[in-house]
């Protein structure tokens, strides 16, 4: 693929590797999601969303896409004319999950209108190392090697080094919910990220995406964590979703529950974005999974459920 210098990212993670890689300089228009490294916030936004996310609950966005699904149509709108005023050379997106970025084949429709032609890189990870692949792809793709290189095997190691941790004393039954209604668990890389922390992610399936499950599911699984990971949500918005969750008949009889390790988390950071970050959310699981009842939560987390002394910081984002 031919190197972009006027690149234009329509996919969050892909803008947090094109910064964490030295590319930043190049990026000319980004997503209406896009919102880490702070220098992204500026930036020309060449999409924008149907859904008042910031407002509505879980409930009724899960309505709208569904609604919007079956009509045929996007909940994400692009701006075609931004992009070809932008005039990019490489267009970053992905095919793997059409709520999470705009559909592939509008861009690829977009992209057509557009003079010359101009390449669309399409990151598809499903694990941790396909991960850490892309970050190096996208330095292919817009001459920053040495960058992209630096930042995979910084990744890399950090998820050796956290391999290298003293196992916990059991392996622990972990649940990932990734949408709180309908209730969904975690897939692709969440589930590995449980198996490397130390846990056993008992619904999720490693490399598959994620999937419905119900209320009666997740109590037969018995966890003994439960991390709430709500994609696109901060730690802050995670937290109001709590209450909901341990309103459901049998919470209160769950061990995660009964020993305080229910564990709310900045999912949008480091769990759902596969990006560069996402060796963080690494480090948070295996901290839960380590962490003594009443111990303090990891940085991008917080026990809802135990005094607030015990939601300092445990560990700090390590430097990628």
């Not at 890689?21 to 190049?26: L, Y």
């Not at 995660?256 to 564990?263: F, H, N, P, S």
């Amino acid at each position: 693929m031919s190197v972009g210098t006027r690149v234009i990212s329509l996919l969050p993670s892909a803008t947090e590797i094109l910064f964490a890689i030295g590319a930043g300089d190049d990026v000319v228009g980004v997503t209406h999601e896009c919102d880490y490294p702070d220098a992204v916030r500026d930036l020309p936004k060449v999409t924008s969303s149907e859904l008042a996310t910031a407002a509505a609950n879980p409930g009724d966005i899960d309505r709208h896409i569904r609604a919007a699904r079956h009509a045929g149509s996007s909940i994400y709108r692009l701006d075609e004319a931004a992009l070809a005023q932008l005039n990019p050379d490489l267009i970053i997106t992905q095919e793997l999950c059409d709520v999470c970025a705009v559909a592939y084949s509008e861009v690829r429709r977009a992209v057509r209108r557009l003079p010359g032609d101009v390449p669309v890189l399409s990151l598809e990870p499903r694990s941790l190392d396909e991960i850490c692949r892309s970050v190096e792809e996208v330095g292919r793709a817009t001459g920053s090697t040495d960058g992209a290189s630096r930042v995979a095997e910084s990744m890399r190691r950090h998820i050796r080094d956290v391999r290298a941790w003293a196992p916990p004393e059991r392996r622990p039954r972990v649940v990932c919910l990734e949408w709180t209604e309908p209730l969904m668990v975690g897939g692709h890389w969440v589930p590995e990220m449980v198996r490397l922390a130390g846990g056993e992610d008992v619904l999720g399936t490693e490399g598959a995406p994620s999937r419905y499950v119900s209320w009666d599911e997740v109590v037969a699984a018995r966890p003994d964590v439960m991390v709430l990971m709500p994609c696109g949500y901060d730690l802050a918005r995670t937290l109001e979703l709590v209450p909901e969750v341990a309103s459901r008949p049998g919470f209160d009889d769950l061990e995660c529950a009964r020993r305080g390790r229910v564990l709310a988390v900045d999912g949008s950071a480091y769990f759902s974005r596969p990006g560069p970050r996402v060796v963080h959310g690494l480090e948070i699981l295996a901290a839960a999974i380590r962490a003594k009842p009443g111990g303090p939560a990891p940085v991008g987390a917080s026990y809802w459920n135990q005094p607030a002394t015990s939601r300092r910081a445990l560990i700090e984002p390590a430097a990628l």
